[in-house]
């Protein structure tokens, strides 16, 4: 029996001594594949990433992709949505793209000085809708005088310097 005890002490020394390196090692393995898989998420130089097909709803109502190594969203389009916008600027009011191009005629009395007729502005425009129906349209607006584009009422009310307001009812 002495002999049995003494065997069983042994085997339960080195049943520990085995418990705790097989606890080493896994935790070893553990630590190096953690190790691995963070670093692996910066790519290789030269490596192709393949992004998935996400994509982002932007606030004038288009999408934009995933691109780039780390496969980002793309930037979404610059466009403003105050009703304001300088030649070549372009805003979105009302489900309306507004981009003025060029001004056309600016008959318009200086200030300071007594006119007979007061003149005019007109201002070559593209307006796009949002519903996607139609193409751009490049189209001369009047200062002071609406017109109905896709159901909407759009009007140049303001123009100061090269800056130009707008309304879309």
């Known amino acids: 029996m002495k002999v049995f005890s003494k065997y069983l002490k042994c085997y339960n020394k080195d049943m520990k001594s085995i418990s705790i390196k097989?606890?080493?090692i896994l935790v070893l393995v553990l630590l190096a594949g953690t190790l691995f898989l963070s670093t692996r998420k910066q790519p290789i130089p030269g490596e192709q990433v393949a992004c998935t097909?996400?994509?982002k709803l932007c606030p004038d109502g288009s999408y934009v992709g995933r691109s780039g190594p780390r496969c980002e969203f793309a930037e979404c389009p610059g466009v403003a949505t105050s009703n304001t916008a300088k030649i070549g600027g372009k805003i979105?009011?009302?489900g309306v793209y507004i981009t003025p191009k060029e001004v056309v005629e600016d008959s318009r009395c200086s200030p300071n000085v007594v006119c007979i007729w007061a003149g005019q502005l007109r201002l070559l425009?593209?307006?796009k809708s949002t519903s996607?129906?139609?193409?751009?349209?490049?189209?001369?607006l009047t200062l002071g005088k609406s017109l109905t584009f896709e159901g909407k009422t759009v009007e140049l009310t303001n123009a100061v310097g090269t800056t130009f307001t707008f309304q879309v009812k």
């Open 125 to 127: 425009t593209t307006l």
């Open 92 to 94: 979105l009011l009302n």
């Open 53 to 55: 097909m996400e994509a």
């Open 22 to 24: 097989l606890f080493v």
């Open 132 to 140: 996607g129906t139609s193409n751009d349209q490049d189209i001369i």
